[in-house]
T-cell receptor
Framework: DGGITQSPKYLFRKEGQNVTLSCEQNLNHDAMYWYRQDPGQGLRLIYYSQIVNDFQKGDIAEGYSVSREKKESFPLTVTSAQKNPTAFYLC?????????????FGSGTRLTVV | KQEVTQIPAALSVPEGENLVLNCSFTDSAIYNLQWFRQDPGKGLTSLLLIQSSQREQTSGRLNASLDKSSGRSTLYIAASQPGDSATYLCAVDQTGANNLFFGTGTRLTVIP
């Protein structure tokens, strides 16, 4: 079945370390997104990409970086510049087919600073 | 900027009861509205999507309505079951925004 795969499910980062979260989709969607979820807050947009080799900053892009070299993949790097990275990270893609214009989400990666 | 509000923040009901979750948004220039379910520690599962030109959508025991002019949507759950216990999120896809605007969710507990 088509869907979005995020890995790893749990990730631990040491102070000063960069870590990369993986997001892969086989839905043939052009647009992909990264959201951050914190307790008691709504999801906030980090970065999005509407086509390969192009991406745009969202509301909270500082301390994060992305790449979009393939349509299927949109990895997120949490850099040492992100001072409070502990959160739940969700990747999404957006369809434009007649039967589904909505967003599809992955199962998430929980990142913890140790 | 689009703001999405969900009321109530938490709801506890006995099994078998019908219930309504509310969502309001401030900017009516939307592309569509999507209801999601999130179980603890899990990702989001799409429940229903309502296009801006539609008034409601149904899937099984779920019915979602949309009144774009008043900035409101409701999610109706019939004959609730313990398995319905989860957090329900409302999200608005705003025209031209390239983003989903989320409410903070309603945490539903269905008591057996």
């Amino acid at each position: 079945d088509g869907g979005i795969t995020q890995s790893p499910k749990y990730l631990f980062r040491k102070e000063g370390q960069n870590v990369t979260l993986s997001c892969e989709q086989n839905l043939n969607h052009d647009a992909m997104y990264w959201y951050r979820q914190d307790p008691g807050q709504g999801l906030r947009l980090i970065y999005y990409s509407q086509i390969v080799n192009d991406f745009q900053k969202g509301d909270i892009a500082e301390g994060y970086s992305v790449s979009r070299e393939k349509k299927e993949s949109f990895p997120l790097t949490v850099t040492s510049a992100q001072k409070n990275p502990t959160a739940f990270y969700l990747c999404a893609s957006k369809g434009r087919q007649l039967t589904n214009y909505g967003y599809t989400f992955g199962s998430g990666t929980r990142l913890t600073v140790v | 900027k689009q703001e999405v509000t969900q009321i109530p923040a938490a709801l506890s009901v006995p099994e078998g009861e019908n219930l309504v979750l509310n969502c309001s948004f401030t900017d009516s220039a939307i592309y569509n509205l999507q209801w999601f379910r999130q179980d603890p520690g899990k990702g989001l599962t799409s429940l229903l999507l309502i296009q801006s030109s539609q008034r409601e959508q149904t899937s099984g025991r779920l019915n979602a309505s949309l009144d774009k002019s008043s900035g409101r949507s409701t999610l109706y759950i019939a004959a609730s079951q313990p398995g319905d216990s989860a957090t329900y999120l409302c999200a608005v896809d705003q025209t031209g925004a390239n983003n989903l605007f989320f409410g903070t969710g309603t945490r539903l507990t269905v008591i057996p």
